[in-house]
């Protein structure tokens, strides 16, 4: 979770020797559970598949309980099916498992398979769905201040906020899992979201919430806090300037004035700024050219 991958590599390879030398069923299913995910996160995806099936296979010799070990390994089979972008067969999973967003208990031991179903629905754009069952999985978490869940829940909700173009509610989500995550060094579960969580951290970075960590996330993927524009038509170098101080809080004549330009000639750049970024007002334009690294 901390990031120390190469550590991680040597504690799971003598853990698992152990759990053979022993024979220890739970064990041998969460090592190659563990190693499944190990091995997605380093890119070796066959090596991925090859010891979740492994631990699929430890669980049906020795009839497993599902709910013990946590994770269970079809669930976790599921997720870095998701993660390989194999939604066809998460959705066989998650229909014989009989999971329901709304009516699908989400206590402790549903838990595990509930945020496996949370991804899907993020992944398929079933996004109200998602909010639906985030919802619930947040209320029971925090009930009992189980804070590792609530920051994989809180992510989750983040993304699903985003997609959904409700940016505040977004970031907000996000501010309350880098407060949880940052005392205990929470990063993994934050870079393996990919782009849609690279574009939150730049978001957060931009207003000032948990920036510090923010950044030193953003570090560990190789990023930085500025993005490139992810607008239809880029801002022109003009149109840039003409941004520039209407952030500075210059009125159109004294932009006009500062670039010499005719008050028509601003107003066209103003017009055209809001067409690119989407916005009615200076103060959205601000905002949004923020929240974009533009200023």
Known sequence: ERNELNTSVEYLERGIRLGHEGGHPHILTSGYVWLAWLRQTQGDVSGSQ?????????????????????????????????AQGDLAAASRWAQESG???????????????????????????????????????????????????????????????????????????????????????????FLDEGAPMVALLRRAVARDLHAAYALHLLG?????????????????????????????GYSNQEIAQDLVLAISTVKKHISHIYGKLEVGSRTQAVARARELGLL
Not at 160 to 179: G, I
């Open 50 to 82: 090859e010891a979740i099936r492994t631990a699929l296979q430890i669980t049906q010799e020795y009839q497993i309980s599902r709910f013990w070990p946590l994770p269970s390994a079809a669930s976790y089979q599921a997720r870095l099916e998701i």
């Open 99 to 189: 999971l329901d967003p709304v009516n699908t208990p989400v206590a402790f031991l549903n838990e595990a398979d509930c945020l496996t179903l949370a991804h899907l629905l993020i992944a398929q754009g079933n996004l109200d769905a998602a909010e639906t069952l985030l919802y619930r999985l947040n209320r029971a978490a925090a009930a009992v201040e189980r804070n590792g869940s609530l920051i994989e829940i809180l992510i989750l909700q983040a993304l699903t906020f985003a997609a959904q173009k409700q940016r505040e509610e977004a970031l907000s989500a996000l501010a309350k899992a880098l407060s949880l995550a940052k005392p205990e060094g929470f990063m993994r579960i």
């Open 220 to 248: 560990a993927l190789g990023e930085t806090a500025a993005a490139p524009q992810p607008l239809v038509e880029p801002l022109s170098e003009r149109e840039l300037e003409v941004l520039r101080r209407v952030a500075a």
